[in-house]
């Protein structure tokens, strides 16, 4: 069974602090690897994608994959209130099926002002 | 451009009744992708569309659940007899295409009560 596991929270950090979501998935077939950010009663929302082994930085936002290890991290720099959300992982195959997102249940995170 | 596009935003409805729930693509988007999302739960699929033609309904949770696309553009996904575990939030999403580094865009979702 191709899972996705994250830590569900909540994670609380102080404004102003780097916040750190992690995310480990079974499939060593997965190929793509999404951050989705959902504040409550909206619909997620693409942050940040990832496909090669290293870091992908993006304004606050890094993405960090480590495929050997079935690892990515989203790194949250100078952390606002206005982060407080859930953020969901989501990794796709490469080759049959890869059109499937597999979500993980997301982790709540709140930033303290 | 418009985004994802979906219909009715809520819709409250009693055990046992039909229910349609329309979703309207991104302009050129080719895949369409249906997800329900549970309380507490993380994002299930239920399933794609690669033009008009569905070729994964897997993730359909059973016999009562059916969607069709026509045009390559708006989707309809039907419950009929409703139950109350269907009560969810149903998403839609579209791509440009269906390969692995194609971003899916999400719309604002259908939350269904089932009474």
């Known amino acids: 069974q191709k899972e996705v596991e994250q830590n569900s929270g909540p994670l609380s950090v102080p404004e102003g602090a780097i916040a750190s979501l992690n995310c480990t998935y079974s499939?060593?077939?997965?190929?793509?690897f999404f951050w989705y950010r959902q504040y409550s009663g909206k619909s997620p929302e693409l942050i940040m994608s990832i496909y090669s082994n290293g870091d992908k930085e993006d304004g606050r936002f890094t993405a960090q994959l480590n495929k050997a290890s079935q690892y990515v991290s989203l790194l949250i720099r100078d952390s606002q209130p206005s982060d407080s959300a859930t953020y969901l992982c989501a990794v796709k195959r490469s080759g049959a099926g890869s059109y499937q997102l597999t979500f993980g249940k997301g982790t709540k995170l709140s930033v303290i002002p | 451009g418009a985004g994802v596009s979906q219909s009715p935003s809520n819709k409250v409805t009693e055990k046992g009744k039909d229910v349609e729930l329309r979703c309207d693509p991104i302009?050129?988007?080719?895949?369409l992708y249906w997800y329900r999302q549970s309380l507490g739960q993380g994002l299930e699929f239920l399933i794609y569309f690669q033009g008009n033609s569905a070729p994964d309904k897997s993730g359909l949770p059973s016999d009562r659940f059916s969607a069709e696309r026509t045009g390559g553009s708006v989707s309809t996904l039907t419950i009929q007899r409703t139950q109350q575990e269907d009560s969810a939030v149903y998403l839609c999403?579209?791509?440009?295409?269906?390969?692995?580094?194609?971003?899916?865009?999400f719309g604002p979702g259908t939350r269904l009560t089932v009474l």
């Open positions: 302009s050129g988007h080719t895949a």
């Open positions: 999403a579209s791509s440009l295409g269906w390969l692995a580094t194609d971003t899916q865009y």
């Open positions: 499939d060593r077939g997965s190929q793509s």
